[in-house]
């Protein structure tokens, strides 16, 4: 079955990642697109993890994953290549209802990283549903060539004038006009 697409507000929760090599820097970095209040629990670090860890003033225990450790978190990624510790963990996420993402086992997954283009307030995704993680990628750079920088601008302009306007069809209407003549007019120059 696949994932069902959603945006989530990652505001105010906590966040483990249980891991510290390549795969973990990668997720990191995905995570750091979206919230700081991340918690990194590894015995052994890569450079470029220690690295973001001091950038962005992250929580940081140096030690295997222990039970329990996933107490009070929202979220949990786990990315380390141990199967068996990565049931253990999405076991145990499960029993307390927090969401959970074993790498490369969508078995002990609630939730998949899908491939993202993100340019301001605009985030485009795209998933296979972990079926083929490379066609995603190469799907969504071939797709984020069309995304002019200057809707980062855009879009702030819309924000403002939407906190501008009362509520209502009329602020509805001038919204919709304005988004579909932005758009209209850069697929025109694409021509």
């Known amino acids: 079955m696949a994932y069902?697409?959603?945006?989530?507000?990652?505001?105010?929760?906590?966040?483990?990642?249980?891991?510290?090599?390549?795969?973990?820097?990668?997720?990191l970095e995905k995570l750091l697109d979206f919230t700081h209040n991340i918690t990194v629990i590894a015995p052994d670090i890569s450079?470029?993890?220690?690295?973001?860890?001091?950038?962005?003033k992250l929580q940081f225990y140096r030690r295997p994953y222990q039970t329990g450790d996933i107490e009070d978190f929202f979220l949990v990624v786990v990315a380390v290549d141990d199967v068996s510790l990565q049931k253990e963990?999405?076991?145990?996420?499960?029993?307390?209802?927090?969401?959970?993402?074993?790498?490369?086992?969508?078995d002990y997954c609630d939730f998949i990283f899908p491939s993202y283009t993100k340019?301001?307030?605009?985030?485009?995704?795209?998933?296979?549903?972990?079926?083929?993680?490379s066609v995603a990628k190469y799907?969504?750079?071939?797709?984020?060539?069309?995304?002019?920088?200057?809707?980062?601008?855009?879009?702030?302009?819309?924000?403002?004038?939407?906190?501008?306007?009362?509520?209502g069809k009329a602020r509805m209407k001038l919204l919709d006009e304005k988004a579909k003549e932005y758009i209209e007019t850069l697929f025109k120059k694409g021509q």
């Open 119 to 133: 340019k301001g307030a605009l985030t485009v995704a795209f998933s296979t549903s972990g079926i083929s993680p």
């Open 139 to 167: 799907l969504r750079r071939a797709i984020e060539k069309l995304i002019p920088d200057s809707i980062a601008d855009f879009l702030e302009e819309m924000k403002v004038l939407r906190a501008s306007l009362p509520k």
């Open 47 to 56: 450079d470029a993890v220690e690295q973001m860890i001091h950038d962005y």
């Open 89 to 106: 963990i999405y076991e145990a996420c499960q029993s307390r209802h927090i969401l959970c993402n074993s790498v490369d086992s969508v």
């Open 4 to 27: 069902f697409p959603a945006f989530v507000k990652l505001d105010h929760k906590k966040v483990l990642l249980i891991g510290g090599g390549s795969v973990a820097k990668e997720k």
